[in-house]
């Protein structure tokens, strides 16, 4: 749910019809091709390569920090639900290490 | 100094397909549906609530094993109840397999009535670099740190 320019969300009457009009996440074509990216460009090289931080990661470095202050914690578990691929916090990785 | 131990929750067979990618990213991937049974310090949600088909019941689930919840990049509206949409895409991998999928705008009021009974806010941001156009409507994504309270509801 990245920026958007125009409109590409349309309101449905319930979750039901909505699903019922979506081919979904889960297709063996999409999936397919995410597959082929991460291999062609596996997401962690990239980053581990150069250190850019985009603004949402700056969001998440700020909280995880303050939970870790107010805990004195070192180890942190992170349920990432949802998570893609799970890159969002190879950078935060490199500064808070 | 932090160390991580960061798994990643998700739908069954985007978990299988990249579960192969495990030992050169360090990151694990687990099936969302099935049991959660290990406790967390934090449950992130970035830009995936909004997509689930019963967000609340899940947000209860996980808040019941973690600590923390982070929530960030939320479609919020100011409508009296929430509305579901059907996303397309006009470019990228997602325009090019043909995708769509039911997506969530979250009334505001009512989202934050779900987190009180699950805990405190500490704090709440705006993410001035996602906005997205809903009939007409510029809407900046939001986020929220939320402290579990010891009892959530449906726990257990």
């Known amino acids: 749910m990245a920026t958007t320019y125009s409109e590409t969300f349309f309101r449905c009457e319930n979750y039901q019809e909505a699903q019922k009009q979506s081919l979904g996440y889960e297709e063996d074509s999409l999936v397919d091709k995410l597959v082929e990216n991460i291999k062609r460009e596996p997401p962690w090289k990239v980053i581990n390569n150069e250190l850019y931080i985009e603004h949402r990661q700056l969001e998440l470095l700020s909280a995880v920090m303050r939970v870790s202050f107010e805990n004195k914690y070192i180890n942190i578990k992170i349920a990432d639900i949802g998570g893609g691929m799970g890159t969002c916090h190879l950078p935060l990785e490199k500064i808070l290490i | ?156």
């Open chain 2, 1 to 156: 100094m932090i160390n991580w131990d960061w798994t990643v929750f998700e739908s069954d067979k985007v978990a299988l397909a990249y579960s192969q990618f495990e030992k050169e990213s360090g990151i694990k991937w687990q099936k969302s549906s099935g049991d959660f049974v290990d406790s967390h310090d934090i449950g992130l949600f970035s830009c995936s609530l909004q997509y689930l088909q019963s967000p609340f019941k899940v947000l209860r689930k996980f808040a019941s094993k973690c600590k923390y919840l982070i929530i960030m990049r939320l479609p919020l509206i100011d409508e009296s109840n929430h509305v579901i949409t059907k996303q397309i895409f006009t470019e990228g991998i997602y325009h090019e397999a043909s995708s769509s999928w039911p997506a969530w705008f979250f009334s505001k009021n009512r989202f934050y009535s779900e987190i009180e009974k699950i805990g405190k806010v500490i704090y709440k941001w705006k993410t001035p670099t996602e906005i997205i156009h809903f009939e007409g409507k510029s809407i900046m994504m939001e986020g929220v740190l939320v402290r579990v309270n010891n009892v959530v509801p449906g726990r257990g």
